[in-house]
């Protein structure tokens, strides 16, 4: 009995082995006979998944509005793309781009209040300022969305690339414009000689420096923007660089007849009587030329006060000279040509026809 029903050790070992994996194969068959789902892509912000769980926790009515807004997306590769992702980048964007407006406003204020620098420092100061708030504003942003810039890098390098091309004149005029500010070569304010697109020469006052250019107004209220290059490579005619004592030319001609050093005192009267005109270093007047009708003279006047004008100083001296010039019989000239006829037959034939052609008329007359 004990010979035929007992079964050996090895024997019920090995059944046992080949009996487990089939009763435990079974059950999982019956219990989930549906394929496995593939898992969801993976958020390309981790700062959405964050703020989400964090709203969740402190109201469900919120939560459960995030994880509907959540729930309409796309995914493209292994990431995934949701109302609630778009949304949190519009409104961190917008936030950002407050953040950055305050900031540089409340720097500016800080930095005019507490330091005593000159108009080019002191704008210097406010680009560097700018500059600084508006690369913390962009690293704050990045953080809040949590982006993962590694996932970004091969876009980013050709985007990046692009943009370097594409905005390789902006960042140009960007370096050049803290550089004139720097040297202090250009600054708000100064008066400077520029030309316009018809070559005609005029001069202008530097009303402000920018990222891209430097707006420039003249007499007549046109403002030119001239980029910062151009500026800093080609030549600039500075009336005010290291001073803003600018001298002034009047071309004036008299008659070869009147009494020179009459003349020249009168021209010198008619400058001074100018109130714009600097007593020191004061009005002179040098001879140029011989001319062909009158002997030309220059007045030379200074002022302090370009930007107010030049050639209203001119009129005004002009004016004044006219008045001394009548009252002492000083005489203005006007050009003056003496005609040579050559005498030949056919002028002698146009003459008498000319003289039958009177002489015929008084008949008539008579």
């Not at 109302?83 to 800080?110: C, P, S």
Request: aromatic share 8%.
């Amino acid at each position: 009995m004990t010979a035929a029903t007992d079964t050996p050790p090895d024997a019920a070992a090995s059944s046992d082995a080949v009996a487990l994996p089939d009763a435990a194969a079974s059950p999982r068959i019956a219990a989930d006979p549906s394929p496995t789902p593939e898992p969801p892509g993976e958020d390309l912000l981790a700062g959405a998944e964050t703020l989400k769980d964090t709203v969740a926790e402190q109201s469900n009515t919120i939560g459960s509005v995030i994880e509907q807004l959540d729930a309409w997306g796309f995914t493209v590769a292994d990431t995934r793309f949701s109302v609630w992702t778009v949304l949190l980048v519009i409104l961190v964007i917008i936030g950002v781009i407050l953040f950055a407006r305050i900031a540089t406003a409340v720097a500016k204020k800080l930095l005019a209040r507490f330091t005593r620098l000159s108009a080019s420092q002191q704008l210097l100061g406010e680009k560097l300022l700018s500059m600084v708030v508006w690369a913390l504003a962009f690293f704050v942003g990045i953080d809040l969305l949590g982006i993962d810039l590694t996932a970004l890098a091969v876009f980013s390098g050709a985007f990046g690339l692009a943009i370097g091309f594409g905005l390789q004149k902006t960042f140009g005029n960007l370096i050049a414009g803290i550089i004139l500010l720097m040297d202090r070569s250009i600054k708000p304010g100064d008066v400077i000689a520029i030309a316009d697109q018809a070559g005609n020469e005029t001069f202008g006052q530097i009303r402000k420096i920018g990222i891209r250019a430097v707006s420039v107004t003249t007499r007549d209220e046109r403002e030119y923007l001239i980029p910062n290059e151009n500026l800093m490579i080609n030549q600039v005619e500075n009336w005010s660089y290291s001073s803003k004592r600018v001298r002034m030319q009047v071309h004036v001609g008299v008659s070869y007849g009147c009494d020179m050093k009459r003349a020249e005192e009168l021209m010198l009267e008619a400058a001074t009587m100018v109130k714009r005109v600097l007593k020191t270093p004061p009005p002179a007047v040098w001879m140029a030329e011989y001319g062909d009708s009158s002997v030309n003279f220059t007045v030379h006047c200074w002022i302090t006060d370009p930007e107010a004008g030049v050639g209203n100083v001119r009129s005004e001296v002009l004016k004044n000279l006219w008045d001394l010039f009548q009252q002492n019989d000083i005489e203005i000239p006007f050009p003056q040509r003496d005609l040579n006829l050559r005498d030949n037959a056919q002028f002698q034939q146009l003459v008498a026809a000319i003289s039958q052609r009177v002489e015929d008329r008084r008949d008539q007359a008579g």
